[in-house]
């Protein structure tokens, strides 16, 4: 079997996929970023530059994180599933500014994970452990600059909603470094993914 590892095409991602024999876990709520337009609009909101360390969570076929890596200084990515990890480390081995981390991102010290440095998230969210995640990166103590999160419309709708918890929790508890945090919703829907639609949302640090 020959393996495409950085197909550039949406067929050439489909094909990897079947040469893999990946199959998405519906238990983990896997769905795997296979077109590069959606992948665009997720770089274009996170407005990633060279000074930018980026944390990306469920990497999955890489995708996404080609895109990073051409634009970010460095990426730190955590993988869940081990044969996704593995093909990760081989489809990225020639990248230094690149660090996988093998290991549940719920279990995960972010600002650990992130050299306790001010670092961008910006990930396709497991469809079920979205929200939980959300919550995870709010209540870490990483320095985070922003959130780009693609998640199902009615998760992000629900997280917007509860956001302002979280900001005003950070400011009565009066923590060094902790800055009030605001959610919008950005963009139209990007895409369709069988009955569930999805779009990005971003999380910023108020000013």
Do not use: C
Request: neutral net charge; aromatic residues 4%; charged residues 20%.
């Amino acid at each position: 079997m020959t393996e495409h590892l950085r197909p550039t095409t949406k067929r050439g991602w489909q094909r990897l996929i079947a040469d893999l024999d990946l199959r998405p876990s519906k238990g983990r709520g896997q769905n795997f970023l296979h077109d590069i337009s959606i992948v665009h609009q997720i770089v274009k909101t996170a407005q990633i530059n060279r000074n930018d360390h980026v944390l990306e969570i469920g990497p999955g076929l890489g995708m996404l994180t080609g895109e990073l890596l051409a634009r970010a200084g460095h990426v730190t990515a955590i993988e869940l599933d081990t044969q996704l990890a593995d093909y990760l480390d081989r489809a990225f081995a020639a990248e230094s500014s690149l660090t996988l981390i093998r290991g549940d991102a719920l279990q995960a010290d972010l600002a650990s994970a992130t050299g306790r440095q001010p670092a961008k998230v910006v990930a396709n969210l497991p469809y079920s452990s979205g929200a939980a995640i959300v919550q995870h990166i709010l209540e870490s103590e990483m320095a985070l600059v922003s959130a780009t999160l693609m998640l199902q419309l009615e998760v992000a709708e629900r997280i917007t909603a509860v956001v302002p918890y979280y900001g005003y929790a950070r400011q009565d508890r009066k923590d060094e470094g902790r800055v009030p945090i605001t959610a919008k919703l950005v963009a139209n829907i990007i895409t369709r993914a069988g009955a569930d639609r999805v779009l990005a949302m971003d999380l910023h640090a108020a000013q």
